[in-house]
């Protein structure tokens, strides 16, 4: 299976916000965490964090062909960023979604997500269950 993590604005600052917890959890952290659990799982995986809504369209776009399904951490994306939700519905790529519940929340995860229409499903937990279970998803 070939699997899209699109990481939206200001998750490079995961670092700032789990700082506040008095934890030491990084995007860079995150992201060993996933590519450890799936070491031995069938997937192939491409990661982009972006700030930018251009650099994530052509991500979607470029690997729409390529991949079996998307996992999107759209931080503040999920308040407005309509040119990913349209690029998203355009090309028909299966899609959940990923929150991260307090305290390393980027907002508030109960607030409704632009994306809440399109995705299949939303994992709103901790940041490693979070996308371990988004993954597992896929998986099942």
């Given at each position: 299976m070939?699997l ?16 506040e917890?008095?934890d030491?959890?990084?995007l860079d952290?995150l ?5 450890k659990?799936l ?12 700030h930018?809504t ?6 979607i ?11 999107i951490i ?9 040119t ?10 299966k899609?959940v ?6 305290p390393?929340?980027?907002?508030d ?8 229409s399109?995705?299949?499903?939303t ?5 490693i269950e ?10 099942k």
């Amino acid at each position: 299976m070939k699997l899209l993590l699109l990481q939206g604005p200001n998750l490079n600052l995961l670092g700032v916000k789990s700082f506040e917890s008095n934890d030491t959890l990084t995007l860079d952290k995150l992201n060993r965490s996933i590519k450890k659990y799936l070491h031995m799982k069938d997937i192939e995986l491409k990661i982009l964090q972006t700030h930018k809504t251009y650099q994530a369209i052509n991500f979607i776009q470029r690997n729409r062909n390529w991949a079996d399904g998307l996992i999107i951490i759209p931080t503040s994306w999920a308040k407005y960023e309509w040119t990913i939700l349209e690029t998203i519905q355009l090309t028909k790529i299966k899609t959940v979604q990923v929150k991260f519940d307090h305290p390393y929340s980027f907002s508030d995860p109960n607030d409704k997500s632009i994306f809440d229409s399109v995705v299949d499903e939303t994992f709103v937990e901790l940041p490693i269950e979070a996308c371990h279970h988004a993954f597992d998803y896929f998986l099942k």
